[in-house]
């Protein structure tokens, strides 16, 4: 039987107040098909906004009580497999558009970090070719200050375009975002909805050559064509996680349907049949086994949300 609080939301999200946007809200829906992992359990419910303006009402809307999680790609996270409880948000291609004035590039939350290196390229607009290094979308990039082959994130943000959990719409300037490394510290709650990235003039044939050699990189080195979730544990002060994870005697390693990557020891797959817990327990074990052999304690870099099965957050 559903308890009295999870009646009281569901009934909330029927309401007539949330009427409008029933078309675009989805209960009990698969998350494991939103994920790069291809893991994880059920979203309470889905929903899925088609402009900024959509999210905004929606959020003024729902009261403060109820959780609220944001998907992009989910390139960087484990989805657990009980499950999330509340409401996710999931950012599709209404958040996707890409455009420029000037050397200053605006691309919405959902927009691949790959398709918006390479609109710069064509643009002739250097300086943002890391970004076609990082898996998943511009939002999550400015959420974890994410970076690649030499760049990250706060050194091109000028501002970004934030929803706040109230449904308030505001632009945040870079300094405003206390950036540190794999972090952007935004108020809590808020959801990123665009983003202004700040490139120098080049040449298009020589910006698109760099993409060419980052990706021509990833290839040869990261299991990209695999289930995996991107880098798995930040690299700590002074060392790199994957020399950390391999010297531990890690490389290969694997619980149930999860292994640690043959091919680059940072990287946590799927090889088809592996479950959540299967992938947390598999990054713990490493966590275990590095810290046993060199004294350092590696940090996840990948999110782990939602709730264990069985369980409720």
């Not at 960087?76 to 420029?100: E, P, Q, W, Y």
């Not at 760099?210 to 289930?227: D, F, G, L, N």
Request: charged share 20%; proline share 3%; net charge neutral.
């Amino acid at each position: 039987m559903m308890a009295a609080g999870k009646q009281a939301e569901a009934s909330l999200l029927s309401s007539a107040a949330f009427a409008r946007f029933e078309p675009r809200i989805r209960q009990q829906a698969d998350l494991s098909k939103t994920n790069w992992f291809r893991v994880g359990g059920p979203a309470e419910f889905l929903f899925k906004p088609e402009s900024v303006a959509d999210l905004s009402e929606f959020l003024a809307l729902l009261p403060a009580s109820v959780k609220v999680t944001v998907l992009g790609v989910g390139s960087n996270i484990i989805v657990r497999d009980g499950g999330m409880d509340g409401v996710v948000i999931k950012l599709g291609r209404a958040f996707a558009a890409v455009s420029h004035t000037g050397d200053t590039v605006l691309a919405g939350a959902a927009a691949l970090d790959v398709n918006v290196a390479n609109y710069a390229a064509e643009a002739g607009i250097a300086g943002l070719e890391f970004l076609s290094g990082i898996p998943g979308t511009i939002g999550g990039a400015v959420r974890m200050n994410a970076g690649a082959y030499g760049s990250d994130i706060a050194q091109v943000l000028t501002r970004v375009q934030i929803v706040e959990r109230s449904g308030k719409t505001r632009w945040l300037a870079a300094s405003e975002c206390a950036f540190t490394y794999r972090h952007g510290g935004l108020p809590e709650g808020a959801i990123v909805v665009g983003a202004e990235l700040k490139g120098v003039s080049g040449d298009s044939r020589a910006i698109a050559a760099r993409i060419a050699e980052i990706a021509a990189a990833r290839e040869a080195t990261q299991p990209i064509r695999s289930r995996t979730g991107g880098s798995t544990f930040k690299n700590p002060e002074g060392h790199k996680a994957w020399a950390l994870i391999d010297a531990a005697g890690c490389r290969g390693l694997s619980i149930g349907g999860a292994q640690v990557s043959e091919k680059h020891c940072n990287f946590l797959i799927n090889t088809g049949e592996a479950t959540a817990a299967d992938l947390e327990a598999l990054g713990e074990e490493v966590i275990k086994r590095v810290k046993a052999h060199s004294g350092i304690t590696l940090e996840w870099e990948i999110k782990r949300i939602g709730k264990h099965a069985g369980r409720h957050l």
